[in-house]
């Protein structure tokens, strides 16, 4: 029923920064809990941050400082704000949303931070 759709990836240098889009199909208050993910290469996935319908957030201990993430409920998204990029940080970034009818996944996108 719902549909995610991520945009902002891209390459940069270490230090640059990137935003992150999800673009929901519907009210984003369908979906209690919405949050990125990340997989570097030839790892698992990882949680990077949540945040609820009330606004509450949640970030891994290694980006708190760094990313910020936030929601717009009237345009139905919500965005990941990074700064401060370092290698480690290269990875698919997954949006994916948790509604009392599903958990549902963005398609990726791709960031990759490099000299």
């Known amino acids: 029923q719902v549909q995610l759709v991520e945009s902002g990836g891209g390459s940069v240098q270490p230090g640059g920064s990137l935003r992150l889009s999800c673009a929901s199909s519907?009210?984003?208050?369908?979906?209690?809990?919405m949050g990125w993910y990340r997989q570097p290469p030839g790892l698992q996935r990882e949680l990077v941050a949540t945040?609820?319908?009330?606004?509450?957030?949640t970030y891994a201990d290694s980006i708190k400082e760094r990313f910020t993430i936030s929601r717009d409920n009237r345009k139905n998204m919500i965005f990941l704000q990074m700064n401060s990029l370092e290698p480690a940080d290269t990875a698919v970034y997954y949006c994916?949303?948790?509604?009392?009818?599903?958990?549902?996944w963005g398609q990726g996108t791709q960031v990759t931070v490099s000299s």
């Open positions: 519907g009210s984003i208050f369908r979906l209690h809990v």
């Open positions: 994916n949303g948790v509604g009392n009818w599903g958990e549902y």
């Open positions: 945040i609820t319908e009330g606004g509450s957030t």
